[in-house]
């Protein structure tokens, strides 16, 4: 349960709502895994879909996106570039479609989320905001169903393989651990996440990434207790099993873990470029 993650963290999900397509972005890497997941929901008979997180600034996959058309609204799960660099294309080529996020600045023709529960409309879907901050200050996660069939788009808060990052000083892991407890009760609801394959059981995923990062911040302790002082320290202990071309990102978490600890480093944190799981 302590080692790096690498696999899924939960059952795939076997099929999906009919009414769900995966798009994924051709920006495959260590830290995007497969690419970027853009979810393009659309009830049955309905007119207009809804998508969620249009990805890169890639003209093809925005193309492919806006061929699912007409397209009514478009949601983003946070604002980090592999989610949200497509938006103000997307936006154009859909006709100037509205682009709703928590963040204002990733905001486009209407008015950011901003009421945790609030019911979204979505053209024959029910969509409902999660607000899960953690990952990021922005990050969200959206419950939407229809005719008695639910999912949750998770975003980065929970992945489809392995686990991520808390990309500190933006993201929180106080705030994180409050955003996994309240998605461990949609219990048997499939998760859509930002990167990596759908998994069955929303619950479980967050359950598992509980016990994680519970066990994660044993380590920490117990490395700081044996001695190390400076996040750089910290990670070379706690995530020895991680490639060390990995271990800028898993600093982020361990500046995360040294603050919610109460652990004074003395260091800047350097700056989050926005691509990340760990």
């Known amino acids: 349960m302590s080692g790096h993650v690498t696999g899924a963290v939960a059952a795939l999900a076997d ?21 970027t997941n853009t979810w393009v929901l659309r009830a049955p008979a ?4 809804v998508v969620v997180d249009p990805g890169p ?20 799960t946070h604002g980090h570039p592999d ?11 859909l006709g ?3 682009v709703l996020a928590v963040d204002p600045a990733h905001t486009i023709g209407g008015e950011p989320l901003t009421e945790d529960g ?3 409309g979505g053209y024959g879907l029910d969509i409902r905001l999660l607000s899960t901050p953690g990952h990021t200050a922005d990050s969200a996660c959206f419950l939407v169903e229809h ?10 808060t929970i992945l489809g ?20 407890e309240l998605l461990s009760a949609y219990t048997g609801i499939p998760a859509l996440p930002g990167h990596g394959p759908a998994l069955a059981d929303c619950a479980a995923a967050a359950d598992f990434y509980l016990a994680h990062r519970r066990a994660r911040l044993d380590q920490v302790r117990a490395a700081v207790d044996a001695g190390a002082r400076t996040p750089a320290e910290v990670v070379a202990v706690v995530y020895a099993d991680v490639d060390r071309s990995l271990w800028w990102a898993a600093e982020w978490s361990v500046r995360a873990q040294l603050e919610y600890l109460g652990v004074a480093t003395g260091e800047s944190a350097p700056g989050v470029s926005g691509l990340e799981h760990m």
């Open 15 to 35: 099929e999906l709502p009919r009414w769900v397509s995966l798009l994924r972005a051709p920006n495959p890497g260590p830290m995007t895994l497969d690419g």
């Open 46 to 49: 309905a007119e207009y879909a």
């Open 57 to 76: 600034a890639d003209e093809g996959h925005l193309t492919r996106i806006a061929e699912h058309g007409p397209i009514g609204l478009v949601l983003i």
């Open 83 to 93: 989610h949200t660099a497509g938006s103000a294309r997307l936006s154009d080529l």
């Open 96 to 98: 100037g479609a509205h």
């Open 118 to 120: 609030e019911h979204l």
């Open 147 to 156: 005719d008695g069939e639910r999912v949750v788009l998770t975003g980065d």
């Open 161 to 180: 393989r392995g686990t991520t990052v808390v990309a500190h000083p933006d993201g929180h892991l106080g705030d994180y651990l409050s955003s996994l």
